[in-house]
């Protein structure tokens, strides 16, 4: 820790939009490496938070055809997702359902951030495409998979 570090500690203060970003870029980082029940959580705390902060920095709606990406996770299964995560519950989840919740986090909280226009370590833009191409493969190896039990 550097003496910068320490005395922002002392005496600085932390936003909830930067704390948001903060959670925001560790989401991104834990999901790429396949730790999705952890993005899950961080991912959807950054979520709410850019999302109650773009109406109030007038932030434009959800950009074309992200609704639809966004949501492609049914809001039930992403809700029992994180609830499960958050509360003692008496059932185990497959870990596909939680790479969906993942990824549907992921798309909602960087959707979130490109409407704040909030500065990342990478841009939101390009961490969403990311974000997707994983999904594809991941979901593609799940298909192969799937198939060849099926044989």
Known sequence: MTDDDLERLHTGILTQHEAAISQLDLAYRLYMVGEYAASVTLAGAAEEVLGKLAPKIGASKMKSGMELLAFRTGSSDLNKVRNWLKHDRDFDLPRGEVFHAAFSMMVRALNNA????????????????????????????????SQGAAT
Do not use: K
């Open 114 to 145: 490109i409407r704040c226009e909030v500065d990342l370590a990478e841009s939101a833009s390009s961490m969403l495409q990311e974000v997707l191409s994983r999904f594809e493969e991941v979901e593609s190896r799940l298909q192969r998979g």
